[in-house]
C-alpha cells in the first residue's frame, strides 16, 4: 500500500532537517599557522613567541602583537590539570563572596613569598574585573589576551597562576608596551610584587655603599645633578631604615639608585667589589642588569602618567651608560621624553632667583637637559629640541652641595672655586649656541663666514671670562689646588676647554678648503686649546685621577678625532708633537679596555685613532703611498661612518674626507706621472746614445772627406728621419700630467 503524500513529505522534511543538524559548520578560512610578520614576509614560523625568524630580522615585536595561534595543548584547559575547587583563591574579599572593586587599589591580593610556594600550593591572582575593559580599548584587550594565551590560559581568564606570574611579567616588560597590560593585576599588588623584586636585585649594603661612593666620588662631578647630602638621608630611609619596609618604596627614587650603581659598575676597579663578596668577573654583568632594573623601576612608578623631578634626574645620569655601550639612539629617544616632562614640570618657566634648595636644583636639571639637548643637536644636524628665550632661566648658582639647605643656599663669589664652575660655563656656552641654531636669521647667514666669527667672537668672550682656576700657565698646566678638589677642577678645566674648541673647530671646518679668512688659524688655535690641559694632566698617574679619567672615554676620543682629522685632511698641523700627543690619547683609552671596563666608545675609538695616524703616516710617505691604499675611496668613507657623530653626522664626515680622497688622486697622478717621466728619461738617455753613435759615424765619413753629392738620396732621407725621430719622441714622451697634477695641488 503507498505511503500517504502528507506522511511522505512530513518524513522528507525531517530528513532535511537532521542533514543539516549534521552538516559541519562552514570555515571562515583556512586558519594561519604562522605570524603575521612572517606571513606578510612569507618565511617560514616556528610558532614559538617571538619566532626565531622575527628574532633574526628583529621583528620581535611585532610577532609578539601578532603571533601564530597557539598550537594544540597549550589551552587553558590542558594546562590546567587540577580543578577549580582545588585552587585557593588568595584574593582577600573572594572568601566573602565578593568581588572587588574595578579600581580599589586597597583590594589587593598578598604576594607570593617564593616561587615554590607558589606552585606548591597552586594559588592564583585575581585579575581586575574591568580588566577586558581596559582605557586603551580593543588594542589593549587584544594585547593581553595575546599574553594569556601565551601562557596557554584561557583568554577571558579572571585569574592567573602565580607559578605562571614571572612569564607573564617577562613577557610584558620585553613587549616595551606594558601601560594597558597593567590591569592585568590588581595595583597592590602589582605594586608589592615589584617592590618585592626591585629590593631583592639590590646588592648588599655594603656593596651598594661602595658603588655609590664611587659615583659621587669619581663621576657626579661632571654633571652635578644630584645634592649629595639629600641624597645619602633619602638612600638611608628607602632602602636601610628599618621601617623602610612598612612605607613602602619609591619606585622614581630606586631608578635613581639603580642607575647610579649600574653605571658605577661599568668602572669601578673589579679588585674593590671582589672584598665585598661580588665575583669579580660579574660586576661588568651586573652593570646591565642594574640598568635595566632602573628602567623596570620607572615603570613600576608610573612614571609617564606622574612625572617628577628625580626621573630627570635618573635620565641625566643615564646618558653616562649610554654614552659608555655607544646608545645613542636611545639617549636621544629618551631625551625627548625628558624635555617634555621638564616643560610639564615648568622648568623652563622657573625665571625668579633660587632661593630654596629645591628651586636650585630644578634650575641644575634644567641647564643640563639644554646642554645635552644643543650637543645632541650638533652631533647630529638637527634643530634643537629646547628654543631659549629671554630672559630665560637663570643660570645655577656658584655654589657647593655644603652650601645649600632646604632652606637656604649661600652662593660664593665667581672668582671662589666651586664644583659647579665647569656647569656654568658649560651652560653659557650651550645657552649662546642654542640661540644662534635656533633664532639665526636664517639658514643661509647662519652658516655664513661673517655670522660664523660673530659667533666665534661671542665664544672667545666666554673663555676669556675664565676665572683665574681655570687659567693656564705657560706651560698650560693649571694652577695648583689643593685636592681633592684641585685635582677635580683639572679634569673639570679639561672639560671645558674641549667641549668649546671642539666646536669652534667644526664650525670653521666648512671654510677650511678655500682657506677663508682667518679659519685655519683659529683652528689651530682651537687644536692647541683642546690639547693644552690633558698633557699636564698626563702626568698625574694618581689612581684617583685615572678613575676619574674612565668615564669621559667619550670626551677623551672626540677631542682625539677632530684633531687628527685636521692633521690628515690638512696634511700638516703646526702643533708641537701633534701626533704623539693624539697617539697619547689613543693609548689612554686602552686603559678603558684593561680595566674590563663595557665601553664601545673606548675599544671601537682606540682602533680608529690608530686608523687614522696610519693613514697620516703613509700620507706622509710618497714612496709608501705609490704602492699601498693610501686613503682611497673604501678608507675615506669607512673612517666617515666611524666618526660620523663626532663630526655632525656622517654626511658632514664624508664631505670633508672628500677632500682626502681628492688629494690621494691627485697623488697618485703625481707619483705615476713622475715614474713615467723616470722611464722616459732613461729612454730618451738611450736615444741620445744612439744618436750620438750615428753623429760619429757621419764625423768619421767626414774624415774621409767624402763628398756630399756621392752620398746616396736615400741615405740623406733617412738619416735625417732617424734625426727627426729621435726629436719627435723625445718630445711626445714628456708626460705632462705632473706638472699639471703639481699646478692644481699647489
Not at 179 to 206: D, I, N, V
Not at 662 to 674: E, L
Request: aromatic residues 6%; glycine residues 6%.
Amino acid at each position: 500500500m503507498s505511503e500517504s503524500p502528507v506522511n511522505h513529505h512530513h518524513h522528507q522534511a525531517s530528513r532535511l532537517e537532521g542533514q543539516k543538524k549534521k552538516k559541519k559548520p562552514q570555515r571562515g578560512g583556512r586558519k594561519p599557522l604562522s605570524c603575521l610578520a612572517c606571513r606578510r614576509h612569507k618565511l617560514k614560523c616556528d610558532r614559538e613567541v617571538p619566532c626565531g625568524t622575527c628574532i633574526r630580522y628583529r621583528r620581535e615585536t611585532l610577532c609578539r602583537q601578532n603571533p601564530a595561534p597557539p598550537k594544540r595543548g597549550r589551552t587553558a584547559n590542558s594546562t590546567r590539570n587540577h580543578k577549580e575547587e582545588d585552587v585557593r583563591d588568595i584574593d582577600t574579599d573572594a572568601s566573602a563572596g565578593s568581588e572587588p572593586p574595578p579600581d580599589a587599589e586597597s583590594e589587593a591580593v598578598d604576594e607570593p613569598e617564593g616561587p615554590g610556594r607558589a606552585s606548591a600550593d597552586g594559588e592564583v591572582v585575581r585579575l581586575r574585573s574591568s580588566f577586558h575593559k581596559a582605557p586603551g580599548g580593543d588594542d589593549d584587550t587584544q594585547d593581553t589576551a595575546f599574553f594569556l594565551r601565551t601562557l596557554g590560559l584561557d583568554a577571558k581568564a579572571t585569574s592567573i597562576p602565580v607559578s605562571a606570574l614571572p612569564q607573564l611579567l617577562a613577557e610584558i616588560q620585553s613587549a616595551g608596551q606594558p601601560s594597558g597590560l597593567w590591569h592585568m593585576m590588581e595595583g597592590a599588588a602589582r605594586r608589592r610584587y615589584w617592590e618585592t623584586q626591585l629590593r631583592s636585585a639590590l646588592p648588599s649594603r655594603s656593596l651598594c655603599d661602595l658603588l655609590l661612593n664611587y659615583y659621587l666620588d669619581h663621576i657626579n662631578w661632571i654633571f652635578q645633578i644630584t645634592h649629595v647630602p639629600s641624597f645619602r638621608r633619602r638612600y638611608e630611609e628607602e632602602f636601610w631604615d628599618a621601617a623602610a619596609p612598612d612605607r613602602g618604596l619609591d619606585f622614581v627614587f630606586a631608578a635613581l639608585v639603580f642607575t647610579i650603581i649600574s653605571v658605577s659598575a661599568l668602572y669601578v676597579p673589579p679588585d674593590a667589589v671582589e672584598l665585598f663578596g661580588c665575583p669579580r668577573e660579574s660586576i661588568r654583568d651586573l652593570a646591565h642588569l642594574w640598568h635595566r632594573a632602573s628602567h623596570q623601576a620607572l615603570l613600576a612608578g608610573d612614571y609617564e602618567a606622574r612625572p617628577c623631578v628625580v626621573q630627570l634626574q635618573t635620565f641625566s645620569i643615564t646618558q653616562f651608560y649610554w654614552y659608555a655601550t655607544n646608545g645613542i639612539d636611545a639617549l636621544n629617544s629618551r631625551l625627548g621624553q625628558a624635555v617634555r616632562t621638564a616643560q610639564n614640570l615648568g622648568l623652563d618657566k622657573d625665571v625668579a632667583p633660587s632661593r630654596t634648595l629645591e628651586e636650585e636644583m630644578r634650575r641644575r636639571i634644567w641647564w643640563d637637559l639644554v646642554d645635552s639637548d644643543t650637543f645632541q643637536s650638533i652631533c647630529l644636524n638637527r634643530p634643537p629640541l629646547i628654543r631659549l628665550e629671554s630672559p630665560g632661566v637663570p643660570l645655577p648658582l656658584n655654589c657647593n652641595d655644603s652650601d645649600m639647605t632646604d632652606s637656604s643656599l649661600q652662593p660664593r663669589p665667581h672668582d671662589e672655586p666651586t664644583m659647579m664652575m665647569l656647569n656654568i660655563f658649560r651652560a653659557r656656552f650651550f645657552r649662546l649656541m642654542n640661540r644662534h641654531l635656533c633664532h639665526g636669521s636664517s639658514a643661509e647667514d647662519a652658516h655664513s663666514y661673517e655670522a660664523i666669527c660673530k659667533l666665534d667672537d661671542e665664544v672667545l668672550g666666554i673663555t676669556r671670562s675664565y676665572p683665574w682656576f681655570f687659567q693656564l700657565d705657560r706651560d698650560g698646566r693649571p694652577p695648583a689646588l689643593p685636592q681633592p678638589l684641585g685635582e677635580t677642577l683639572a679634569w673639570q678645566n679639561h672639560i671645558i676647554r674641549t667641549c668649546i674648541s671642539t666646536q669652534r673647530i667644526r664650525m670653521h671646518r666648512p671654510f677650511l678648503a678655500s682657506r677663508v679668512g682667518a679659519s685655519w688659524a683659529r683652528c689651530i688655535e682651537a687644536a692647541e686649546d683642546a690639547l693644552a690641559v690633558y698633557g699636564a694632566i698626563r702626568t698625574n698617574r694618581s689612581t684617583t685621577s685615572r678613575q676619574k679619567f674612565l668615564p669621559q672615554a667619550y670626551q677623551v676620543f672626540s677631542v682625539a678625532v677632530t684633531v687628527a682629522a685636521l692633521l690628515l685632511v690638512e696634511g700638516s698641523l703646526p702643533i708641537a708633537d701633534v701626533r704623539q700627543r693624539i697617539r697619547d690619547m689613543a693609548d689612554d683609552l686602552r686603559i678603558v679596555e684593561d680595566q674590563g671596563c663595557v665601553s664601545p666608545v673606548a675599544s671601537r675609538g682606540r682602533r680608529v685613532l690608530l686608523w687614522m695616524l696610519r693613514l697620516v703616516d703613509m700620507g706622509n710617505e710618497e714612496a709608501v703611498a705609490s704602492s699601498s691604499t693610501l686613503a682611497d675611496d673604501d678608507d675615506a668613507d669607512g673612517l666617515a661612518a666611524e666618526i660620523g657623530f663626532i663630526f655632525g653626522g656622517e654626511q658632514a664626515a664624508r664631505t670633508y674626507m672628500q677632500r682626502l680622497k681628492s688629494r690621494h688622486r691627485m697623488r697618485m697622478r703625481s707619483v705615476s706621472g713622475s715614474m713615467a717621466l723616470t722611464t722616459k728619461q732613461q729612454q730618451q738617455q738611450q736615444r741620445q746614445r744612439r744618436s750620438s753613435a750615428v753623429e760619429e759615424e757621419a764625423s768619421a765619413s767626414d774624415e774621409q772627406e767624402t763628398p756630399l753629392q756621392d752620398v746616396g738620396g736615400t741615405e740623406l732621407y733617412q738619416m735625417s728621419l732617424d734625426m727627426d725621430d729621435v726629436v719627435l719622441r723625445n718630445l711626445l714622451d714628456f708626460d705632462m700630467t705632473a706638472l699639471m697634477a703639481d699646478a692644481r695641488f699647489e
